[in-house]
Nanobody, 123 residues
Framework: VQLQAFGGGLVQAGGSLRLSCVAS????????MGWYRQAPGKQRELVAD???????NSNDSMKGRFTISRDNAKNTAFLQMNQPKPEDTAVYYC??????????????????WGQGTQVTVSS
């Protein structure tokens, strides 16, 4: 299973940006997809994640500005970033947890990270 993130870049404070994450490969279930971020000198932190049935877990500091959603049919998660602030500048990582197929026809859990996409918010 692989994750590919799209949509990072430079955005002005108060603007908007949308990140996408596409999961591909031998996916049986995609239980949870989400976004984490890591700013220079800081630990990686949860931005938000979402289950297949739409349950969301999000960071309180970003609630009301960032919205996560997903398209289950396309194994894609989105992060809509509205009114970003300079302190939102970080590398954003897509994350997914689910089940995949084994060689003997069974299933096993997987956890994967995307390659990271830089988001820079200018003041």
């Amino acid at each position: 299973v692989q994750l590919q993130a799209f949509g990072g870049g430079l955005v002005q404070a108060g603007g908007s940006l949308r990140l996408s994450c596409v999961a591909s490969g031998p996916i049986f279930t995609l239980n949870r997809m989400g976004w984490y971020r890591q700013a220079p000198g800081k630990q990686r932190e949860l931005v938000a994640d979402i289950t297949t049935d739409g349950k969301i877990n999000s960071n309180d500091s970003m609630k009301g500005r960032f919205t996560i959603s997903r398209d289950n049919a396309k194994n894609t998660a989105f992060l809509q970033m509205n009114q970003p602030k300079p302190e939102d500048t970080a590398v954003y990582y897509c994350h997914a947890y689910g089940t995949t197929f084994t060689e003997v026809g069974g299933h096993r859990y997987f956890e994967e990270w995307g390659q990271g996409t830089q988001v820079t918010v200018s003041s």
